[in-house]
T-cell receptor
Framework: EAQVTQNPRYLITVTGKKLTVTCSQNMNHEYMSWYRQDPGLGLRQIYY???????DKGDVPEGYKVSRKEKRNFPLILESPSPNQTSLYFC????????????FGPGTRLLVL | QKEVEQNSGPLSVPEGAIASLNCTYSDRGSQSFFWYRQYSGKSPELIMF????GDKEDGRFTAQLNKASQYVSLLIRDSQPSDSATYLCAVRGWDLTGGGNKLTFGTGTQLKVEL
């Protein structure tokens, strides 16, 4: 089954404790992206990757890191999480460029205390 | 600042009626337009996309694009309770700072289909 998977789905952590949210796709897509979704603010792009070893900042990159060492994986790293990073996070992938159709993972709900 | 704007709703329609969801965008150079549906607590899923002016139909869904007015809409015919969700409009444009295309999402319109 073609899909984008994220882990964990739910996470409660404390301020400053490093965490990683994994994202994997099995559709051989070149493009991958991370979004956060907050009430009233919609989906905002954090980072995106056009291909292996190619990543770039989205609209709200502060406090986040990413890497793209393999085509299928695009982990999101929070080195020192803060409460304002409490949000619903979505990973997405797509066969084309940044402006083309994107397929979303199930989401990761993060609470930073 | 490129923007995609949608009325947050909720938009309430009776079962069987036509639901009309609207979206305006600020970047006149925008090239592609997408509608996603998002159920509460779930991820967005693509309903349809449109590139050219006019109408595009897919089952009960029709997307309408008017580039001159910078307006895109989604019509849902014979609305069902299962259509109750938030509908996200997304617009592809050229991101000068990023050096490439970018997808910008609106904040979504909540649709409620009532029995």
């Amino acid at each position: 089954e073609a899909q984008v998977t994220q882990n964990p789905r739910y996470l409660i952590t404390v301020t400053g404790k490093k965490l990683t949210v994994t994202c994997s796709q099995n559709m051989n897509h070149e493009y991958m992206s991370w979004y956060r979704q907050d009430p009233g603010l919609g989906l905002r792009q954090i980072y995106y990757s056009m291909n292996v070893e190619v990543t770039d900042k989205g609209d709200v990159p502060e406090g986040y890191k990413v890497s793209r060492k393999e085509k299928r994986n695009f982990p999101l790293i929070l080195e020192s999480p803060s409460p304002n990073q409490t949000s619903l996070y979505f990973c997405a992938s797509g066969p084309g460029g940044a402006g083309e159709t994107q397929y979303f993972g199930p989401g990761t709900r993060l609470l930073v205390l | 600042q490129k923007e995609v704007e949608q009325n947050s709703g909720p938009l309430s329609v009776p079962e069987g009626a036509i639901a009309s969801l609207n979206c305006t965008y600020s970047d006149r150079g925008s090239q592609s337009f997408f509608w996603y549906r998002q159920y509460s607590g779930k991820s967005p899923e693509l309903i349809m996309f449109i590139y050219s002016n006019g109408d595009k139909e897919d089952g009960r869904f029709t997307a309408q694009l008017n580039k001159a007015s910078q307006y895109v809409s989604l019509l849902i015919r014979d609305s069902q309770p299962s259509d109750s969700a938030t509908y996200l409009c997304a617009v592809r444009g050229w991101d000068l700072t990023g050096g490439g295309n970018k997808l910008t999402f609106g904040t979504g319109t909540q649709l409620k289909v009532e029995l």
